[in-house]
């Protein structure tokens, strides 16, 4: 019937097509799928298989290789059950070229006498060696007539990642309808990437690669698939990575869109506070500092991100910045994560802004009752002018006067989440203030551009003056007493010491003991040298207590757990002792590392292992030893543990990703940022089409 109109189902987009007008698809079902990310028809077809089964042929069995999965077809030869360790039922097949054992550890009667001698049966499963032949463990098996004729697959069979409840066989019927509601209506699925587009980055259309990808035919190369290498692939993978790219360009654009306020620094004010500094400034934090400035001196949001190596005197730049804030009347708050380094900046910032009358306010989460409520008074009030502590500074009950400007340090150990959580928190409460992000996890551009493509980029590359680089050398646990001799000889020349404790256990608590454990030890083998323990179950007095007996040089020797890693600072220390380094990554090793070389002074990295080590281990303190550079670092690191550790969540909280590798894929982020542009000035009706396929339901960071 040409003419007749047609149904609804058949004009409606595929993106707002519910997922109960699939035939088989019920209340039930639709929220099983929900769990997953699935909400329209639409949703489906962008559900893309994890793995492909090659289903199209059948294998001889001379021809199988261990590893592979496969079709095959024989006859019964013997079928017996054997009592060994596990009763089981061994089933003999061959075709000619080969034989195959079939094992089921579970079966029953009937099966048993279905699988008699001489049937022909037809199985699909995973090849394995055994003792004498190939054999494949509960494989998916059919019993065949004589003269029956059964079909192979046509194409590839996609296996979906699903959820418990629906079968692989759902899923695949599901999709299958989906794809023909497709054909059915081409034009309820959006080609966002215009032909020119298309030509000029050799992509795919869209419709195209989606029905590939579901169906691939047997002549497409499983292999280029499982690479993701395949045109079809490729087209998605460049869709996928050019969503991601575009929501956080979209943040940005919504977050541009409102007023912040103007802050013009007081050139007088921060020429005194320069001279007050023991030291010039670089000619990188004078580059950055200034760009910085220009940022805070218009009325739309700063956004930006520090980069710089450990050591590259971020600090400052910080101070730079709140300063600035603070001579325009605004408050400035700067979030750290820990509690030792709020502590530490506390400390600093009071010595550089205090002469200059700037009032400085500490917020931790441990402030007894009565010092806590004067301090959140201050923060309503506008006494306080800066405002140092840990995330506890957004919490709901703190209230700021005026808050002009957040600067957020170590921010690789807050994720992206709670950065972008914390300025959506901002920006609904009508309180878009600028940003200052810092970091010291270099990455390299490209998965800069994806993970930070909201952010502006600003980059210290350069170290203060006279710093020599740590000499690293890498120590059995058996040569400990050589390291309590050098230990006792750096502090008797006046030096002062680290000395690290990790364990593998991720339990606190252990990792205290273990500390607390060694400083006992060490106190009794040094007895003329003042051991001082720092770890994350004290009380932020002790804590601070022993930071700056440290600090003053009281303290010779100080024993520690990781939660010295980020940003403490004691340039006479110049020795670093860290045990079982083995078991720290490549990126904690340098955090750690870079407490010691500050001063000026030759410094020295000792890395104890313990026991024979892995491959991996063994690059990773290769890789210590023979580089100082943190981007070199960041870089190996990348290489030998992959971009979903190095940029998990933790690090950066670059979202998970369907079908695109960040890392595999980064040759592409170049021609993705220039389409984003092109897509956001002449298409930009595009745009929230493709942040919603992708993303969907994950847009809203501030549920995260
Ligand atoms: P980061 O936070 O980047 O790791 P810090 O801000 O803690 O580094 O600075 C490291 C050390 O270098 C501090 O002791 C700081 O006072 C010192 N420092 C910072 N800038 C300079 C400079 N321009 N010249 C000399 N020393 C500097
Ligand atoms: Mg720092």
């Known amino acids: 019937m040409p003419d007749s109109t047609p149904s609804a189902a058949q004009t409606t987009a595929l993106n707002e097509l519910a997922l109960t007008s699939l035939r088989g698809v019920g209340p039930a079902l639709e929220q099983k799928l929900n769990r997953i990310g699935l909400y329209s028809v639409q949703d489906l077809l962008f559900h893309l298989p994890l793995r492909y089964q090659d289903r199209t042929r059948i294998q001889p069995m001379g021809s199988l290789r261990v590893g592979e999965q496969a079709v095959v077809e024989g006859l019964i030869e013997l079928t017996e059950i054997s009592f060994g360790r596990r009763r089981m039922l061994l089933c003999y097949i061959s075709d000619g070229t080969?034989?195959?054992?079939?094992?089921?550890?579970?079966?029953?009667?009937?099966?048993?006498?279905?699988?008699?001698r001489g049937a022909r049966l037809r199985c699909f499963g995973e090849v394995r060696a055994g003792k004498k032949h190939l054999e494949m463990t509960h494989p998916e098996y059919k019993r065949i007539g004589a003269d029956e004729v059964v079909d192979v697959e046509e194409t590839l069979t996609p296996l979906y990642p699903t959820t418990e409840g629906v079968h692989q066989l759902k899923m695949r019927d599901l999709t299958q309808q989906a794809l023909q509601r497709l054909v059915q209506n081409p034009a309820a699925l959006d080609e966002c990437l215009p032909q020119a587009i298309r030509t000029q980055h050799q992509l795919l259309p869209l419709a195209e690669a989606i029905k590939v990808l579901h169906h691939p035919t047997a002549d497409?190369?499983?292999?280029?698939?499982?690479?993701?290498?395949?045109?079809?692939?490729?087209?998605?993978?460049?869709?996928?990575?050019?969503?991601?790219?575009?929501?956080?360009?979209?943040?940005?654009?919504?977050?541009?869109?409102?007023?912040?306020?103007?802050?013009?620094?007081?050139?007088?004010?921060?020429?005194?506070?320069?001279q007050a500094l023991p030291f010039a400034l670089t000619t990188a934090q004078q580059r950055v500092i200034d760009e910085i400035l220009r940022d805070l001196s218009q009325a739309i949001p700063m956004m930006r991100l520090v980069q710089g190596d450990v050591g590259s005197g971020k600090t400052i730049v910080a101070a730079a910045a709140a300063l600035a804030a603070i001579d325009a009347g605004y408050q400035a708050a700067l979030m750290v994560p820990t509690e030792i380094l709020s502590e530490q900046h506390l400390h600093n910032f009071q010595v550089w802004l205090q002469p200059l009358g700037v009032e400085v306010v500490w917020l931790s989460g441990k402030l007894k009752t009565l010092a806590r409520r004067q301090?959140?008074?201050?923060?309503?009030?506008?006494?306080?002018?800066?405002?140092?502590?840990?995330?506890?500074?957004?919490?709901?009950?703190?209230?700021?006067?005026?808050?002009?400007?957040?600067?957020?340090?170590?921010?690789?150990?807050?994720?992206?989440?709670?950065?972008?959580?914390?300025?959506?928190?901002?920006?609904?409460?009508?309180?878009?203030?600028?940003?200052?992000?810092?970091?010291?996890?270099?990455?390299?551009?490209?998965?800069?551009?994806?993970?930070?493509?909201?952010?502006?980029?600003?980059?210290?590359?350069?170290?203060?003056?006279?710093?020599?680089?740590?000499?690293?050398?890498?120590?059995?646990?058996?040569?400990?007493?050589?390291?309590?001799?050098?230990?006792?000889?750096?502090?008797?020349?006046?030096?002062?010491?680290?000395?690290?404790?990790?364990?593998?256990?991720?339990?606190?608590?252990?990792?205290?003991?273990?500390?607390?454990?060694?400083?006992?030890?060490?106190?009794?083998?040094?007895?003329?040298?003042?051991?001082?323990?720092?770890?994350?179950?004290?009380?932020?007095?002790?804590?601070?207590?022993?930071?700056?007996?440290?600090?003053?040089?009281?303290?010779?020797?100080?024993?520690?757990?990781?939660?010295?890693?980020?940003?403490?600072d004691v340039p006479n220390a110049n020795l670093m002792i860290i045990e079982n380094a083995e078991r720290l990554g490549l990126s904690q090793l340098h955090q750690?590392?870079?407490?010691?070389?500050?001063?000026?002074?030759?410094?020295?990295?000792?890395?104890?292992?313990?026991?024979?080590?892995?491959?991996?281990?063994?690059?990773?303190?290769?890789?210590?030893?023979?580089?100082?550079?943190?981007?070199?670092?960041?870089?190996?690191?990348?290489?030998?543990?992959?971009?979903?550790?190095?940029?998990?969540?933790?690090?950066?909280?670059?979202?998970?990703?369907?079908?695109?590798?960040?890392?595999?894929?980064?040759?592409?982020?170049?021609?993705?940022?220039?389409?984003?542009?092109?897509?956001?000035?002449?298409?930009?009706?595009?745009?929230?089409?493709?942040?919603?396929?992708?993303?969907?339901?994950?847009?809203?960071?501030?549920?995260?």
């Open 98 to 116: 080969g034989a195959l054992l079939l094992r089921f550890f579970h079966f029953s009667n009937a099966q048993k006498e279905a699988l008699a």
């Open 220 to 274: 497409v190369s499983i292999s280029a698939l499982q690479q993701g290498q395949h045109p079809a692939q490729q087209r998605l993978i460049f869709e996928e990575l050019l969503a991601h790219y575009l929501s956080l360009r979209q943040l940005r654009i919504k977050m541009q869109a409102h007023k912040a306020p103007a802050l013009q620094s007081q050139p007088a004010r921060w020429q005194a506070f320069q």
């Open 375 to 568: 301090a959140l008074e201050k923060i309503a009030s506008g006494q306080a002018q800066l405002i140092i502590g840990t995330h506890a500074l957004f919490q709901e009950q703190v209230s700021f006067a005026n808050l002009g400007l957040i600067i957020i340090d170590e921010q690789h150990r807050f994720g992206v989440h709670q950065r972008l959580s914390l300025r959506e928190k901002g920006a609904s409460e009508g309180r878009v203030v600028h940003q200052l992000i810092m970091t010291a996890t270099p990455i390299p551009r490209t998965l800069a551009m994806t993970a930070y493509a909201d952010l502006d980029v600003s980059v210290i590359d350069e170290l203060p003056p006279g710093r020599i680089p740590v000499n690293t050398v890498v120590i059995p646990q058996s040569r400990r007493d050589e390291v309590m001799q050098r230990v006792i000889n750096v502090c008797r020349q006046g030096s002062q010491v680290y000395w690290v404790c990790t364990l593998i256990e991720e339990s606190e608590s252990l990792q205290c003991q273990a500390a607390s454990d060694t400083a006992t030890l060490l106190q009794q083998a040094l007895p003329d040298l003042q051991v001082g323990l720092v770890h994350g179950r004290l009380k932020p007095e002790q804590k601070e207590a022993v930071m700056s007996r440290f600090k003053t040089g009281e303290v010779d020797l100080l024993v520690a757990t990781t939660v010295i890693e980020v940003g403490v």
């Open 592 to 704: 750690l590392r870079g407490r010691v070389g500050r001063g000026g002074d030759e410094s020295n990295c000792v890395l104890i292992y313990q026991g024979k080590l892995s491959q991996m281990a063994r690059s990773r303190l290769a890789a210590m030893r023979d580089s100082n550079d943190g981007f070199v670092i960041a870089q190996r690191d990348l290489e030998l543990r992959g971009p979903g550790e190095v940029l998990g969540t933790r690090q950066t909280g670059v979202v998970q990703m369907r079908i695109a590798d960040i890392l595999r894929d980064q040759a592409l982020m170049p021609s993705v940022q220039l389409t984003a542009e092109q897509l956001l000035h002449e298409y930009p009706h595009t745009v929230p089409v493709l942040v919603h396929r992708w993303l969907g339901q994950n847009i809203q960071y501030g549920k995260v």
